[in-house]
Nanobody, 118 residues
Framework: QVQLVESGGGLVQPGGSLRLSCAAS????????MSWYRQAPGKERELVAT????????NYTDSVKGRFTISRDNAKKIVYLQMDTLKPEDTAVYYC???????????WGQGTQVTVSS
């Protein structure tokens, strides 16, 4: 059974930090690029960051560059999103996503809420 289980969300003040984790099971983790998406109320889901299957390349949406860092541990089958200097506009549900590098198969996690507010 495929599972992507996110954790680490919560309430943080502006300027603070959070680290999200996504634990994967039920598929060959090393064959998947991993991404974090987010969806704010009333907005479309957007791609935040992607790390390739080997963990040596990453891409970020412009609004988080220099503040967020995506990484992965292929031995533990976990992908992380380190979020620093958080802003109120980062408030959203954050979703973990896996994309098979040899085809179109993909999986979603259930999401974790991040709220940035004073």
């Amino acid at each position: 059974q495929v599972q992507l289980v996110e954790s680490g969300g919560g309430l943080v003040q502006p300027g603070g930090s959070l680290r999200l984790s996504c634990a994967a099971s039920g598929f060959i983790f090393n064959f998947y690029d991993m991404s974090w998406y987010r969806q704010a109320p009333g907005k479309e889901r957007e791609l935040v960051a992607t790390v390739n299957s080997a963990g040596v390349g990453a891409n970020y949406t412009d609004s988080v560059k220099g503040r967020f860092t995506i990484s992965r541990d292929n031995a533990k089958k976990i992908v992380y999103l380190q979020m620093d200097t958080l802003k109120p506009e980062d408030t959203a549900v954050y979703y973990c996503h896996a994309h098979f590098i040899f085809g179109y198969r993909n999986y979603w996690g259930q999401g974790t809420q991040v709220t940035v507010s004073s």
